[in-house]
């Protein structure tokens, strides 16, 4: 049998051939599309960490809402270094409608009203051209409610309910007044009255923990939270045969269950390491004797990228307890960590220890578990330190 092209997709932002492992994620799109349907528009968020998966899922939930029939724009944001209020609204009130699979002359009267404010939406080529200074001065937050507004006078013609997914919101880090803005446009009794908008928003755990806090508006307003997690054991092994389905390439029973051990089911690092094994294959099968130079390959494309920015966050002394914690990937509690890291001859007391394991949480390098409890993010990270 002929080999196929290798169908894994080790690239940030590409989606991968088999979509499995979020089925609760799913639901409660539909369910929200089900009550969107009632005139019921609930805003919610999906959170995880890099790599996690929200890009693909806010993808699929594109997907699911265009079969039926329902027009969605799929918007991701960019990360802001100016703090004008302006500039991401301008940016959204573009982004939108350049989204929707539709042409500019269903919303020609929203175009003329972008081009009174400076902002152009070329027919050719569909792009988007911002003059450098919009002519808009007033408050950022009219402009993108009357904005929303004239947009759905137009879309209306077409359909009850627009689908607005927003991808990587944790990039408004530098404005995250802007959030307070969306929400409250969102909830404006015209938007809420007269349009059919159901938002959906992703970002990393860390980019929303602020929102998180008791009785924050921003948390209680976009809600639920979809959680996004590692993929289980039987979803990796799953997702690993049917993506070599058709391929003429098979990898070996040991193969998919070393997979899952050093990946523990993150589906970015998944795709990375698959890429390089499925390369590996002789006469169409990837055995165990070629997971090792699979692994280093992985990690040097992970370390560029990831985990040597990661690591040289930390000081001296903190690369001497993430040293230990890699050598000890299963080990939380700090008291072995200490105990560990005295035996291998460490200058660090426990005061010492104990902020410096506090500084690496802050820094995003480890996870606290619970008290006196922490761990490296994942085990790859934990080899590529190992190595180091």
Known sequence: MKIASNPFTPKSGMEPRVFLGREKGLATFCAQLERAGNNYYNHYIVLGDWGIGKTTLLKEYKKIAQTQGIL????SIREYTERELIVPAVQLITHIPRGLPIKFEKIKNFVQYLGGLGITLPVIGGGIQLTSKPKYKGDPQVLLLDALLRLWNELKKE??????LLDDVHNYKIVPEFLTLLKNVLSDEEIVKRTGYLFVLSS???????????????????????????????EVIEIVDKTLDSTGVVFERDV?????????????QLQVLCDYL??????????IDSFGSSLDKTLEDL?????TPLYNRASEKEKQILKVMANNYNTKSVDKLMSIAV???????????????SRLVEKGIITKTGRGSYILPNRLLAEYIRRI
């Open 303 to 307: 370390g560029e990228i990831i985990f």
């Open 256 to 268: 998919k269950k070393t997979i899952f051990k050093y990946t523990e089911g993150h589906p970015f």
């Open 159 to 164: 359909m009850e309910t627009a689908v607005v």
């Open 72 to 75: 969605t724009s799929f918007v």
């Open 204 to 234: 990393t755990y860390k980019g929303w923990s602020k929102f998180m806090q008791k009785h924050h508006p921003i948390g209680r307003y976009f809600i639920p939270i979809v959680r996004l997690k590692n993929l289980s054991k039987e």
């Open 343 to 357: 035996n291998k001859g460490t200058d660090i007391d426990k005061g010492a220890f104990n902020v410096l394991l």
């Open 278 to 287: 499925y390369e590996s294959q002789v006469e169409g099968v990837v055995r």
